[in-house]
């Protein structure tokens, strides 16, 4: 039998998996006892050729809607930022680890904070620099950057695609400055969405979404952040989705849109929405 990517609980457990109800190709997702984080079974020899698809020419190449999109998430994420950060900087120091094109890195640049970025997919690293964003190439730990040299770290759809992430999260703290702010975006295992989409939920589908094989809840993002040294300073979650465009008849894909707008609010208020949000305090 080929090796499974994730072995153990990804969040630091030593409890057990059980099977759930949410069957992919790859075998049903299995739950941590303990914190209920989500994993894959897949292979890891399937993992590592999923994931080259973050280094295509094609990748990551947002339309000027969804750029404008990104954009006022990235307002919105960094006026939270500069609140918790308490006393104003002039020109606070962000980095954005797995940058891709560096999209947030040139957006904090022009909302005021001196911003750069860390990506592993060297030909999108270099694309990045091509378009006059602060890059690096590599992993995080290969910088080797100062203690405490940031102000905010940013870790944007990153965590759901490592079987280890609480080494990443420990570097963040190290070079976070005391007071400095985590920002961490996910999916959310726990919400309305995987809850009644299951394994149609293209979130989980390593086909859909290359490399996600860990799905956290808020649960156990607040323990995995405890276990980095971190404080939980904000949660929150929005959106809810039935059904995918295209997989049902059109009425009934209209009708689950306006039942998804319905529960849009009451689902933020509960912790249920499907896109998490996390800012994580050092100490």
């Known amino acids: ?46 993992y590592h050729r999923s994931m080259q698809a973050f280094d295509q020419a094609a990748f990551n190449l947002p339309n000027a ?9 990235a307002r919105r994420r ?51 620099r091509a378009a006059g964003r602060t890059v690096h190439s590599g992993l995080l730990e290969e910088q080797k950057f100062p203690d405490g040299r940031f102000d905010v770290v940013s870790l944007f759809e990153v965590i759901e695609h490592l079987r280890a992430p609480l080494p990443l999260l420990k570097e963040c703290a190290r070079i976070l400055r005391p007071g400095g ?17 299951k394994a149609r939920w293209d979130y989980f589908q390593i086909e859909q979404d290359a490399g996600h094989v860990s799905f956290f809840n808020p649960r156990s993002m607040a323990l995995l952040a405890g276990r980095a040294g971190f404080e939980l300073a904000a949660l929150s979650t929005g959106r809810v989705r039935f059904s995918e465009k295209g997989k049902l008849p059109a009425w009934a894909h209209a009708a689950s849109k306006l039942a998804a707008e319905a529960l849009s609010l009451p689902a933020r208020l509960a912790g249920r929405g499907h896109d998490m949000l996390a800012y994580l305090r050092r100490p």
């Not at 039998?1 to 057990?16: D, H, L, N, Q, R």
């Not at 120091?93 to 005021?112: H, M, P, Y």
């Not at 904070?113 to 060297?122: K, Y």
């Open 1 to 46: 039998m080929p090796s499974k990517y994730i072995e153990v609980c990804p969040v630091g457990c030593t409890a057990s998996f059980e099977a759930t109800d949410i069957v992919l190709p790859e075998g049903a997702l299995l739950r941590c006892t303990a914190c209920g984080q989500l994993v894959s079974q897949i292979a890891e020899a399937d």
């Open 78 to 128: 960094l006026a939270v930022a500069r609140r918790l950060l308490g006393a104003a900087q002039e020109l606070p120091r962000l980095l954005d680890v797995g940058c891709s094109r560096g999209d947030f890195v040139a957006a904090a640049a022009q909302l005021g904070f001196a911003a750069e970025g860390v990506e592993p997919a060297p030909h999108i690293a270099a694309a990045a």
């Open 181 to 197: 702010i985590l920002l961490i975006s996910t999916g959310n295992a726990a919400s309305w969405t995987a809850r009644t989409m």
């Open 65 to 73: 809607r969804e750029s404008q999109r990104r954009h006022r998430y």
